[in-house]
């Protein structure tokens, strides 16, 4: 009897341990543990999309369900390994991923307070506050940081809004049938194409288009320049830690020393 209880005490530090390993440690194992969780986000986030033509079929349901046991299971492990626990529930991911899994464990729920479905985009923020930990183990992320998080950041902005578009239109706006539609009509508004075709109903329509405009403009345009055009590259410097120079940087701007960023050369 006393074995017993002894097993079991030993048994949840030796797990805490091992939990923690994957999502702290600096081994191999970890690594492709995180990277892993980053593309499962992004197979579950292909998967919303898709289920957006199909979200008459109830046979969906238990696919989602599984989707959110997962997502639960997930949230549960980096509570149990986390020293803030309430901080890490209240914080903004936390908080995110409460709210993504109850709309996948209460189908019913969903149906029929459909905006539910916009808040499943948050789920990119959890894959967002990876990269920031995979940051300090690949030197890649490292230098290339900047441009991977204007990516992401592009990519939840797109995703987010054409969700809202898709939400607060279908079954509304007969212009409008899926994911694609309001995926397309967010792109060419967004990039101030807008060829006309598809335009949103509805007062509510008018001024979301109106907003999706003004942020087309700023945010959007900046991210894109930030993509293709990334000003500064990460590189801390060994002497006096400055982490921003110029790409082809011999020396540091500050304090002169000499810098061995990893580059590809020039044309």
């Not at 048994?11 to 994957?22: E, K």
């Not at 199909?54 to 696919?63: E, S």
């Amino acid at each position: 009897m006393a074995h017993s209880r002894q097993a079991r005490m030993g048994f949840w530090p030796q797990l805490h341990q091992q939990i923690d390993g994957l999502y702290n440690g600096s081994g191999r194992q970890a690594r492709g543990f995180r990277w892993g969780l980053l593309g499962f986000d992004g197979l579950t986030i292909l998967y919303f999309i898709v289920a957006s033509f199909f979200h008459h079929v109830d046979d969906l349901h238990a696919v989602e369900e599984a989707i959110g046991i997962l997502y639960l299971i997930e949230f549960s492990a980096r509570l149990f390994i986390s020293k803030t626990r309430l901080r890490d529930i209240i914080h903004p991911v936390g908080l995110a991923d409460l709210i993504v899994i109850a709309s996948l464990l209460a189908p019913t729920l969903a149906e029929n307070f459909s905006f539910l479905r916009v808040v499943r985009a948050l789920r990119l923020l959890r894959s967002y506050h990876m990269l920031k930990n995979l940051r300090q183990q690949s030197t890649f992320v490292r230098l290339h940081e900047d441009v991977i998080f204007s990516v992401v950041n592009l990519l939840v902005f797109i995703f987010i809004i054409t969700a809202v578009v898709y939400v607060t239109q279908v079954g509304l706006n007969p212009a409008i049938k899926d994911y694609v539609d309001a995926l397309y009509f967010t792109i060419a508004t967004l990039t101030t194409t807008g060829f006309g075709d598809i335009t949103l109903v509805g007062t509510g329509g008018h001024i979301l288009a109106v907003l999706i405009m003004i942020f087309g403009i700023s945010l959007f345009v900046r991210l894109i320049q930030t993509i293709f055009r990334p000003g500064k590259i990460r590189y801390e410097c060994p002497a006096c830690g400055l982490n921003r120079h110029d790409n082809d940087a011999v020396h540091c701007k500050h304090c002169g020393q000499v810098l061995h960023i990893t580059t590809e050369g020039s044309d």
